[in-house]
Nanobody, 119 residues
Framework: QVQLVESGGGLVQAGGSLRLSCAAS????????MGWFRQAPGKEREFLAE????????SYADSVKGRFTISRDNAKNTVYLQMNSLKPEDTAMYYC????????????WGQGTQVTVSS
């Protein structure tokens, strides 16, 4: 059974940084891509970034390009989202997700971790 567990959220001042972690378990993720999403109250879920587990290739939403970096540690089965220059509008619940690389939809989701950026 696939399990994705996020951690690392919290309260940070504007301009600060946080690193989110997503520990993945339950199968061999070699054919998977891992993604980060966020959802603020009253807003739709927003794609942030994804990374291919095997090749390490990554892509980003324009809204976070240059500020956020996605990475993975194969030995630890963990995906990270380094967030720099945080803004109050980055406040949201952040989710980790997984999809098989040849399928567009993300099938597996974590429970989320809250990020709050104060001004």
């Amino acid at each position: 059974q696939v399990q994705l567990v996020e951690s690392g959220g919290g309260l940070v001042q504007a301009g600060g940084s946080l690193r989110l972690s997503c520990a993945a378990s339950g199968r061999d993720f070699g054919s998977y891509a891992m993604g980060w999403f966020r959802q603020a109250p009253g807003k739709e879920r927003e794609f942030l970034a994804e990374i291919s587990w095997s090749r390490g290739s990554s892509s980003y939403a324009d809204s976070v390009k240059g500020r956020f970096t996605i990475s993975r540690d194969n030995a630890k089965n963990t995906v990270y989202l380094q967030m720099n220059s945080l803004k109050p509008e980055d406040t949201a619940m952040y989710y980790c997700a997984a999809r098989v690389v040849w399928i567009a939809a993300f099938d597996y989701w974590g429970q989320g971790t809250q990020v709050t950026v104060s001004s």
